[in-house]
Structures are given as C-alpha cells and as structure tokens.
C-alpha cells in the first residue's frame, strides 16, 4: 500500500522532473514499481523511500525512480512496420538524387532509446542499407532520461528473448553468442554499436544539442505517459528537429489526433513534415 501523501508526494516529484502524468488512479502501479526499489535500497517502506527522495543524497535515486516507472518491456524489431517504412521509403527518399532536401549525411534519432532494442534494430537496418549504397554515410543518436538505462543500452547484453524477431543471418552478422556466464545472452557487436551515439537527455528540458537535423525520429510509447499539453510540447519540439520532408514515428497505440501539430499523417503512428 502507498499512503496518500506519499503518492501524491511521488506524483508530483515524477512530472516535475520528466513531465510523466501519473494521474490520480496509479497507486497500485506506482507501489509495485517502487516494490522493486525498496529491495535494492533495503528500505522497509514507500515513506522512507520518499525521505530519501526529500533529501540531497537521493538526487541520484530520482532516475532510477524515473526508470521503474516508465519501464516498458521490450525487444528487438518490436513493432516491424516502421522499420519496413525506414527501409522501404525513408532511407530511398532521403537519398534520392533528385531531391531537394538530400544531404550528405543521412541522420536518425530514437529519442527515448531504453535499453537499446529500438536503436540497434535501427543500426541493423542502416547497416544492411548501407552494404548496396558504397560510401553512404550514416549517423544515429539515442537519447533517454533515464542514465541506469543508457549504461544497460551501451553494454548492449540481452537475453534470447530479445532476440527472437531478429532473423539467423541478422544473429550470426551482428551479434556475439554468449559463452560460460553469458550463455543464453547475445551482445551487439563492436562495429555495430560504436555506430550509435548515446546521451542523457530530457525530452522536455533544456534545448536539444543537436546542430543538424534528423531525416527520421522514432519516439514510441512515450506519449502515452504525458498530458495533453505536454504531447503538444513534445510534437513541436520533434518536428522542429525534422528535415522538410522528415519523419516522425510513434507507438502504434499512440495518435497525434486531437494534438495541435504541423505534421501530415501519412500512415497510422507515422507523420512527414511538409516538404
């Protein structure tokens, strides 16, 4: 059980800090979630665990508080229609020849990047891309607010589970297979992974440091934990980041419907910046 104050303690301490909109009935999730860092922690309750949060040596624990909250499983290829989309209509529209808007350098962004599935399926796709393109240039950041998670995503371990949508040729190419302690577990390789630039961000925060615009950005399953007003923020800061032309990908269960944007929906949880 959580007490009253304590929630609503939590609640306003989550939205402050990443805009996530817990609302008035997540006691229960809110409760379990924490569960988990109580035994970590060893601390015998949620209101010991909201003390350390008052005080400065818990500055730290509010990302893993973040973490915990906004968790969500995960895998590689999860949700394959946008990355048949980049493959099959992203990627050949940004370096088409004719276009107005082609630049040198293809750029992505998987702007809340998790554990890492979401970017290096991306890397994998870029990559196989890149083997019929001679001398195509590539660049991809991945951003979280979560810093627990990003360490998770930079080792790039995950178990087979993780895996198991990744084709055999795709494994063998740009995975190691786990050995002794590691068995059961596959690491992205070296070559792959130093493709990815990883960095602490707040989606919300400070301004964006990035110099150059993005051709595409995946940003999936976060909206559903904002309010309105905070989706609306979100949107126009990501659109801002696009190309002309670019794109934006979301959740297959999230819509900008009812949202004030300037973006063109071309298929359902994917949006183009008007040319």
Request: hydrophobic share 35%; glycine share 6%; proline share 6%.
């Amino acid at each position: 059980m959580i007490r009253p104050e304590d929630y609503e303690f939590i609640r306003t301490l989550v939205y402050d800090y990443s805009r996530i909109n817990l609302g008035t009935d997540k006691q229960e999730l809110v409760a379990a979630r924490i569960a988990k860092r109580l035994r970590v922690l060893n601390l015998p309750s949620i209101t010991a665990y909201c003390e350390l949060l008052r005080h400065p040596q818990g500055e730290e624990e509010l990302s893993n508080l973040i973490d915990v909250i906004s968790t969500n499983h995960t895998f590689f290829f999860r949700e394959p229609a946008h990355f048949d989309f980049l493959e099959k209509q992203i990627v050949p529209e940004a370096t088409d020849e004719k276009s107005p808007h082609k630049r040198s350098t293809f750029r992505m962004w998987s702007a809340a990047s998790s554990s890492g599935e979401e970017v290096y399926t991306i890397a994998i796709v870029l990559a196989e891309l890149g083997l019929k393109r001679p001398g195509w240039a590539w660049q991809l950041e991945a951003t979280d607010i979560s810093t627990r998670i990003l360490k998770r995503a930079r080792e790039a371990i995950y178990p087979e589970e993780a895996v198991s949508k990744v084709r055999p040729e795709l494994i063998k190419k740009y995975f190691q297979k786990g050995l002794g302690p590691q068995e059961g577990n596959y690491r992205v390789k070296s070559e792959l992974g130093n493709r990815v630039t990883f960095r602490h961000l707040n989606l919300l925060g400070p301004p964006y440091p990035f110099t150059e615009p993005f051709h595409a950005i995946f940003c999936r399953n976060v909206m559903i934990y904002f309010d309105r007003p905070t989706q609306e923020e979100l949107v126009r800061r990501l659109a801002d980041r696009l190309v002309p032309g670019g794109y934006l990908l979301v959740g297959h269960s999230e819509s900008l419907t009812g949202i004030n944007h300037r973006l063109k929906m071309v298929k359902p949880a994917i949006y183009q910046l008007a040319r």
